[in-house]
Structure formats: C-alpha cells, structure tokens
C-alpha cells in the first residue's frame, strides 16, 4: 500500500535521512510500504518514477520470484536489521537486485537467499552503498562446480564510490565480491562482522596488471572476519580479505580462523596485490596458511602484475598461529614485492615468522618480535636485493632444525637464485633450542649467488652454529663484524666463502678446551688435530697447548693451525715423563681483523 497523501510529511523526512545520506544525485519521490506490499511492483513503479527512495516498514516480507532491476537511482530503508526482514519463498534462480544505477540499501535483514542479494555486472555506478544491514544463509554453492559468488556480487565497469558498513554476514558462502572491469575507487569498507562463511570475507579489486592506475583509495577497517572455513573437496585459496589494488589502508580488523579442510589447500588471513600501500593494527589468529600474504603489482604484462610492487609498509601487526597443517607451512608475514618495510610486528607459533620469496628488492624488516616457531624466524628464499633485516628479536624457537634467520639461495638452475647487498644488523636470535642462529644456503652457480652480505652488531645465543656456511655453495664479499655469539660452533664452515672479513666479534661461551694424554719414551712425537668452527684463520695466537706439571726438559710443546677450522697440538718428548701427563689445549676467542680478500 503506498502513501502519496502525507506529502509534507514525507517531504520532511526524505530531507532527514538523504542529508546523512549525502549521494546528492537521488531523487526526491520517496513511498512507504507495508510488508504485505510486492516489492518487485513496488520498485518497478518507483523505477518507472525515476527513481527515490523505498521505505520499507517493520515486518517480513516473503519476496516473489524474480529477478529486481535497479535501473534508476534508489533507495531501500528499512526500519533496522531484525525489524525490517526479506526472506525468499522458494529457491532463487537469480539475484534479488540486478544494480545498473546507484543503488543503497540500509537497515535490513536477508535471510535464505540461494543466490546474491546485490548483484552489478557491466555497470558504470557513481555511488554504491549499504550500511546496517544483515545477510544470513546466503549463496550456498558447491564449491567446485560454481564460480565464487557472494551475498554482495559486484563486477561493474565502473564504480566511483563503494559503501559498506555496520553489516553482518552470518553462513554465507562469501560476504563481499567487488569488482571492477575499469574504475573501482573510493572504496570504505568499515564496522562489519563476518561469521561463518565458505570462500572469503570481502574480495576486493581485480587481479591483473591493467587495473592498478584505475582502482584506488581502499579503506578497510574495523571489520572482524571469523570462521573462514573451506569445505572438503575444495582446492581453490580461501581468504578473510582479499584486496588488490593501490593507496589501501587495512586497518584495525581481527580475522580469526581460516582454514581450509582440504589437504594442500591454502588459507590466507589479509591478502594482498598492492602499491602504496598500509597494514596496520591488524590481529590475525589461527589462519592454517599466511596470516597476512603482500604481494606485488606491476604493469608489466608479462609476469601478469604478481611481482615488483613497490611502497607498502606492513606495521604493528598481531599474528599467531597455528603451526603447518595439511600439508601446508604455516607464515606469519608473506612478503614478494619491493620497496616495502615491514616493522613492529608480532609474530609466533607458526612454521616460518616473515617469509621473503623471490624478486624482493629495497625492502626493510625492523624491529618485529618473532616467537615459538617451529622453521625460521625470517628466510629468504630465491633472489633478495638491497633488503635490510635489523633490530629484530627472534627466540623461543621450537621443533628441530630451525634457523633464525635463513637465507636460501639453492637453486638447480644458475641465474635463479642471488642475494647480493644485504644488511643483517643488530638482531637479537635468542633460545635457539641449539639450531641456527644465521644460517646461509648457497648452490654451486655463476654468478655466485650470496655476495656482498654484512652480518654485524647482532646478538646469538643458545645454538649450534652462531653463523653457518651451508651446503656446497659459494659465497663471496662478506663482513662478519662485532658479533656476540654464544653457540657450541661460532662460525660454521667459513672455508667455503671466497672473499671475507672478520673483525670484532666476541664468542661469548666459555673457552672451548680438550686434552689429551701424554706417555712415551724420550722422541715421541704425539699430537691432535681439532676441527672446530671457532678457528677461522691460520693464527698461532689463537691455540696453546698446556702441560700440567710440565718439567721443562720433559717436552716440547707447539701449536700450529693447518686450514681455517683445523688446529694441530703437538708435544714432542725429550724424555719419558716422570708420570703420565695430560696436555690440555685451548682454543680463545678471535678478536682480530681476519680479511681474505687480498
């Protein structure tokens, strides 16, 4: 039933509510209706108005079959989530509302929808917005034979203004699809709650290198996604928030629990494809995959816009949990893009803290706490240029095999891997559970892929090896410098780097010592040959040999050191010792310039 007759009163409020509304394009018919009223008829008749606004009233409405066109400007108000309630008769064969013009919705609730409430495919919209409204049950596809739909599916041409706030979606199959073939900018998605649904949380942007100049100014804060759960069979990535683009700030939200029950299925928290980007203030828990993922942009058509983004800062960010499941390896921070800092946040309990992987270029990892992982705190893995990794603190390392911080550059074809000009300074890798505090992987290549590395002013303790040189690769050109270091093995293998310079780093443990015995008649010649870590350059200072009660016409001690991490101790008799005697050798500390690259 429409009211036409209260004019002046209808008048008044139109001005109330549009004066917050602010679209400054709607028309000014505005009509009320009951719950008894045909919606479609009803929008249909302000269509062929011209458009206004549709108030509905408390009640619920069971909408007819039928697809609505939105052809002109409107509005749909309800009297408030819960009060104002549609629910579909019988199973939908498509969309409530197929948007071709601007478009709202406010203050209503959309319960056991089999298809999209809001759908917009080919549009060009100045202004798209829904604010306080609730969809339940919404889209219920089987995952592999349908494409990813949502209760809001979006793929317009153009969308110059994008509006979603104070809304909840509860079992749905994905909250928010928003795409755009061209123009997809200013863009607020604010205060919502997300429980319970099968793809994602909101999809936003498109992938593609030919977007990025045209899709722009994103923000997305407040929102909580929860219960992100893929179902078994599904083998697609499932994701909280998803958002491509340029000049996003990500902000504020908690995503809790994403996982996917398929096994090798991956699961991500806040995933990105972005420039100039923000994250920060996020709280991520419980993503069986990567809590947040940053990847780059490009318009370089050839890698199709996966690589060379550049200028995102990833901050002050809450990310735990869980360890790898599935098949999988769990991340905190997953990084494949340049000119991006990444600092002050924390990280534990999953398989690998932050994780650089290939073409990274210019990027900063500062002062981020890193915690019960099970992997490495921070690898590189592949190619890394011109990347600094400082005042990190990296401890409680659980499992076995874990590095602190990990650069991997073994690839099996040359070229591939390379790691040059990179800066680790002023870490502090603690309770290592006897792993790897630095831990440097090479593959026998030209170029050689670890060169001109710096490794100074850091703190290890509680490992194995404090430095490692690993495998059968080269290295060249690098500076370990005013370390200190607490590990049974200082420096691991450092015969196999080209070029190097040691200088001022303090071993921190106790001196490492041994013996051996001392018996025989007046000629023998007895020795031991000692391989150990902490001998890095041929240097007589650095090994002594002591005999206990040594009369000193009884022998002849020297020390000599054969190779770099070799000691040879000998003892030559001049006479049968009184008694059998031990020779006890000690191995100090190096805290002299070592330098190979004359």
């Known amino acids: 039933m429409k009211f036409f007759t209260r004019l002046f009163f209808v008048s ?9 509304f602010a679209n400054g394009n709607l028309p000014t018919t505005v009509v009320h209706i009951g719950p008894g009223s045909d919606l479609k008829t009803e929008v249909a008749d302000l269509v062929a108005a011209g458009g206004g606004t549709l108030i509905l009233e408390e009640g619920t409405w069971i909408v007819p079959a039928g697809m609505i066109p939105v052809t002109v400007p409107i509005r749909i108000l309800g009297a408030g989530a819960g009060s104002t309630v549609l629910e579909s008769g019988i199973d939908r064969a498509f969309p409530l509302f197929d948007v071709q013009a601007n478009f709202s919705l406010e203050g209503l609730t959309f319960n056991d929808w089999d298809e999209p409430v809001v759908q917009s495919l080919g549009a060009t919209l100045e202004w798209l917005e829904i604010r306080g409204c609730h ?63 099968v793809v994602a949380g909101f999809l936003v942007g498109v992938n593609g290198p030919n977007y990025q100049p045209y899709q722009t100014d994103y923000v997305i804060t407040g929102n909580t996604v929860k219960n992100v759960i893929g179902p078994q069979g599904n083998t697609n990535e499932i994701y909280a928030i998803q958002v491509l683009g340029s000049q996003a700030v990500i902000a504020d939200n908690l995503v809790q629990t994403v996982k996917n029950d398929t096994p090798n299925s991956s699961s991500f928290g806040i995933y ?61 921070i997953a990084l494949n893009c340049s000119d991006t800092t990444l600092s002050d946040n924390m990280i534990s309990e999953v398989d690998r803290g932050i994780y650089l992987h290939f073409d990274g270029t210019n990027n900063l990892i500062e002062n981020n706490k890193i915690s019960h992982f099970r992997a490495s705190g921070i690898q590189i893995d592949q ?127 106790a001196k490492i010592r041994g013996s051996f015995p001392i018996a025989g008649g007046g000629g023998a010649v007895l020795s031991e040959t000692v391989d150990h870590g902490a001998i890095m350059t041929p240097s007589v200072e650095q090994v002594k040999v002591t005999l206990i009660g040594d009369p000193a016409d009884v022998a002849t ?42």
Request: charged residues 15%; proline residues 2%; neutral net charge.
């Open 383 to 509: 190619m890394a240029k011109g990347l600094t990794i400082r005042h990190n603190r990296i401890f409680a390392h659980q499992g076995s095999g874990g590095k602190g911080i990990y650069f991997n550059a073994f690839c099996a074809n040359e070229g591939l891997c390379m790691m040059v000009n990179v800066l680790v300074e002023g870490n502090h890798i603690e309770a290592m559970n006897d792993q790897v505090g630095v831990y440097f992987n090479a593959s026998q290549s030209d170029p050689v892929p670890i060169r001109n590395m710096t490794v100074r002013n850091n703190v290890i303790r509680d490992a194995t090896y404090g430095i490692g040189f690993f495998n059968d690769g080269t290295y060249e050109n690098v500076v370990i410098a005013d370390n200190t270091i607490q590990a049974t093995v200082p420096i691991q293998r450092l015969d196999r780097v080209d070029s190097y310079r040691i200088h001022g780093n303090d071993n921190g443990a």
């Open 135 to 197: 969809f339940s049950n919404v889209s219920h596809y089987v995952i592999t034979t349908h494409k990813t739909q949502g209760s809001i599916h979006l793929r317009a041409d153009n969308i110059h203004r994008f509006v979603l706030e104070d809304a909840l979606f509860t079992n749905c199959h994905a909250a928010l699809k928003l795409r755009a073939h061209k123009y997809l900018r200013n863009v607020t998605i604010r205060n919502n709650q997300v429980d319970g649904v």
């Open 12 to 20: 008044v409020l139109f001005l109330t509510t549009t004066a917050v």
């Open 272 to 332: 990105t494809k972005m420039t100039d980007s923000i994250i920060r203030d996020n709280t991520v828990l419980d993503v069986a995959g990567a809590g947040i993922q940053v990847k780059g942009r490009s318009p370089n058509t050839a890698n199709n816009g996966d690589n060379l983004g550049y200028g995102n800062r990833v901050t002050h960010n809450l990310i735990q949990g869980p360890h790898a499941s599935n098949g999988l390896i769990s991340f905190g």
């Open 557 to 598: 001690v020297s020390a000599t050191v054969q190779s770099v991490g070799s000691a040879s101790f000998q003892v030559v008799l001049n006479q049968a010792p009184l008694n059998d005697m031990v020779a006890f050798w000690e191995i100090q500390p190096d805290e002299k310039v070592i330098d190979n690259n004359q």
